[in-house]
């Protein structure tokens, strides 16, 4: 179970999305591991992630005080790796997204070769994780499935909000800004990259996926259907 198991879309959607995991297990195998979970997200930077996550102090790209109305305009949107490496301060849950599924097997290959004593996750289509796995020559301990949304769907978002909003596991990335933000891009007031970087700041934990935000804001700009 991780924070990421309910991230909506069908399983060809994620062929862009793959979110690696490390955690250690309280009472198990805690002692030292800042150092080891430091280790896990500086040997994903080679990889290219597309955003690195450190579930205490948020991702790549964070939100600043440092505001003025022409700060929309003018920020840098460059995702800032080294920061989130160098401000691990404490044991908690980290994460490397990458937007490929040859990124994401190197990188578990690379991950598994450490054998750095911690507990690996890999949110994904269950095939694209199973590909992940036997790319490393390891086999899949178990696998989470979301059930998806029961009750009065009708009263949900459309589905492009809904895949949008659902990559922040927290819930930080509220519907209303997800349709702002298509909105805006339709009109032609911000790029897809630009809209999806403004809601991957609002992601507390670093596993929003700056790229298959902007495809999807793209596809639904354009007046593409899912």
Request: proline share 4%; with cysteine; aromatic share 8%.
């Amino acid at each position: 179970m991780t924070n990421t198991l309910h991230r909506f879309g069908t399983s060809d959607s994620f062929h862009d999305d793959f979110v690696v995991f490390a955690i250690a297990s309280r009472g198990k195998n805690e002692q030292d591991a800042l150092p080891r979970l430091r280790k896990f997200l500086e040997m994903a930077i080679p990889f290219g992630p597309v955003n690195l996550g450190d579930a205490r102090n948020g991702g790549a790209l964070r939100p600043s005080k440092q505001m003025n109305p022409t700060s929309h305009w003018n920020r840098d949107l460059a995702p800032d790796f080294r920061a989130v490496v160098d401000g691990l301060n404490h044991i908690t849950t980290v994460a490397a997204v990458f937007d490929s599924r040859v990124k994401a097997e190197d990188f578990v290959k690379k991950v598994k070769a450490a054998d750095l004593g911690l507990s690996i996750n890999i949110s994904t289509s269950v095939d694209g994780a199973d590909q992940c796995c036997h790319a490393a020559g390891i086999p899949r301990h178990s696998v989470g499935y979301s059930l998806g949304f029961e009750g009065k769907t009708d009263k949900l978002p459309n589905e492009q909000v809904l895949t949008v909003m659902t990559m922040c596991g927290h819930g930080m990335v509220a519907q209303s800004l997800a349709k702002k933000m298509i909105d805006w891009v339709k009109e032609g007031r911000r790029t897809p990259e630009q809209a999806a970087t403004y809601m991957q700041r609002f992601c507390s934990c670093g596993v929003f996926n700056p790229v298959r935000a902007a495809r999807v804001i793209r596809e639904a700009a354009e007046g593409h259907q899912h």
